[in-house]
Nanobody, 115 residues
Framework: QVQLVESGGGLVQPGGSLRLSCAAS????????MSWYRQAPGKERELVAT????????NYADSVMGRFTISRDNAKNTMYLQMNSLKPEDTAVYYC????????WGQGTQVTVLS
């Protein structure tokens, strides 16, 4: 059974930091490209960051470039998102995604940056 379980969300002041984790099971984690998406109230889900399976290269949305860092630990089947200098506009539900020949999603974790 495939599972993606996000954790680490919460309430934070502007300028603060959070570290999200995504624990994966039920598939060969190291072979999948992994991404973080987010969805704010009333908005479409958007891609935040991606890390590849082949060489671990990363890509970021312009809105988080220089503030967020995506990483993965294939030995632990876990992906991370280090979020620094958080802004109120970062408030959203953050979702973990695994993609290769199939597309898997986690249930999401809420991040709220006070305004």
């Amino acid at each position: 059974q495939v599972q993606l379980v996000e954790s680490g969300g919460g309430l934070v002041q502007p300028g603060g930091s959070l570290r999200l984790s995504c624990a994966a099971s039920g598939f060969t984690f190291s072979r999948y490209a992994m991404s973080w998406y987010r969805q704010a109230p009333g908005k479409e889900r958007e891609l935040v960051a991606t890390i590849t399976s082949v060489d671990g290269s990363t890509n970021y949305a312009d809105s988080v470039m220089g503030r967020f860092t995506i990483s993965r630990d294939n030995a632990k089947n876990t992906m991370y998102l280090q979020m620094n200098s958080l802004k109120p506009e970062d408030t959203a539900v953050y979702y973990c995604n695994a993609r290769r020949n199939r597309n898997y999603w986690g249930q999401g974790t809420q991040v709220t940056v006070l305004s």
